[in-house]
DNA sequence: ATATTAGCGTAACAGTCGTTGCGCTAATAT
DNA sequence: ATATTAGCGCAACGACTGTTACGCTAATAT
């Protein structure tokens, strides 16, 4: 049976590493060729299996895209814990421009695409189920805890980090779209400055 | 013939505005159900008519997809300009809060949706044919002027734009994706504040 | 007056879609 | 030892996809 039995007998139990490697597996295609278009038949082949797998450890295809998503937000909240530099030492605009070089290079580009997919679709209401991103709410949260450690009273900080997220995340889909590297880095100057400012203890 | 003859004689001219009403009501379903899962049947079922409709005045699915966007494109640029505020008289933060409020009230709102929808896959590099919105550029460049009007120098006005723009399209994606509207206005309340700070003479 | 094209509906094409049922092996609770 | 389930490949279902061919009327350049 494919929805949770909670409580039935089983005789041979699941075993969660399967769906997890799955999940990955499956993130990794999507980053490739996003989740607008996917199709069942091409991913399972690019996993090299039959789509049996798939319906079988998610029962419909909607069912599916909600599980990847529930599992995309949930490493992303990780690996926003392990971000470098929030332990002191480091200013927060330090933070910001370590953050904005990190995405932009190298391989992790592939990924920040499909999120903005995600986000731009989330925000269209165009993902189907009952799954939101959180992705923006916790980043903002994050980012006030930060502010408050550096002594910036509860309201402002929530305001500023809201501000600042959504200043990066605007920053990133302009260069993503625009392509144009001088422009959007002079304005992430602007925004380093800024976040440096709200820092600075009086 | 589809692909315009150029310079072929035509027993019968082309009637350019049908072309238009067709793409401004082809705007009008997507504005309702996206282009992300966009079928040619329910749409041309919606506009009452047959699928050759399409097919005729646009050759491709793909072309279809790339003249909605670019005609789209002209008419956003179009509204830019028309909008009320920027012959002196109120100040950018002004300009900025008023333009919030009359994006997300009323029936402005599903437009908006259809436009991050389009900006998350152009990012994501999802969007076929050679397409790419130039809505974030033109809206850089247009505010960028108007803080040039202000005597801001050229190079700070590019790049305060740029952020502007950024920092306010990532506070409505916030909005849209998570609803919380105390929270983002809050930060909206500081963005304000902050482009009046640029605009004020010395 | 004639030829040609726009404009559009009808019908069919081959391909792809998500989903389901069947069959099999291996693992494990009892 | 047995029953049951996970895990997964194979094959088929009907629905839907973009696209094309064909036919017809109305408009217009010549």
């Not at 199709?39 to 069912?63: I, N």
């Not at 971000?83 to 002191?88: A, D, Q, R, T």
């Not at 991103?133 to 929530?158: K, Q, S």
């Amino acid at each position: 049976m494919n929805p949770d039995p909670e409580g039935v007998v089983m005789a041979r139990p699941r075993d969660p590493q399967r769906r997890t490697e799955l999940l990955d597996a499956i993130i990794g295609h999507l980053t490739a060729h996003g989740v607008a278009g996917l199709s069942l038949r091409p991913l399972a082949q690019a996993l090299g299996r039959s789509t049996s797998v798939l319906t079988h450890h998610f029962a419909t295809k909607d069912d599916l895209i909600a599980a990847v998503l529930e599992h995309l937000d949930q490493r992303q909240r990780d690996r926003l814990q392990a971000l470098p530099g929030w332990e002191e030492g480091r200013s927060l605009g330090a933070v910001v421009r370590a953050s904005w070089d990190w995405h932009l290079t190298g391989d992790h580009l592939p990924l920040i695409r499909l999120l903005h997919e995600i986000e731009g679709l989330a925000a269209a209401g165009r993902l189907t189920g009952a799954y939101v991103p959180t992705m923006l709410g916790d980043r903002a949260e994050f980012v006030a805890e930060a502010l408050r450690a550096h002594g910036v009273p509860d309201d402002v900080a929530r305001a500023n980090a809201t501000l600042l997220n959504a200043a990066y995340a605007g920053l990133q889909l302009d260069y993503l779209t625009t392509g144009d590297k001088a422009r959007v880095e002079a304005a992430l100057d602007r925004l380093v400055d800024l976040a440096d400012e709200w820092t600075r203890r009086p």
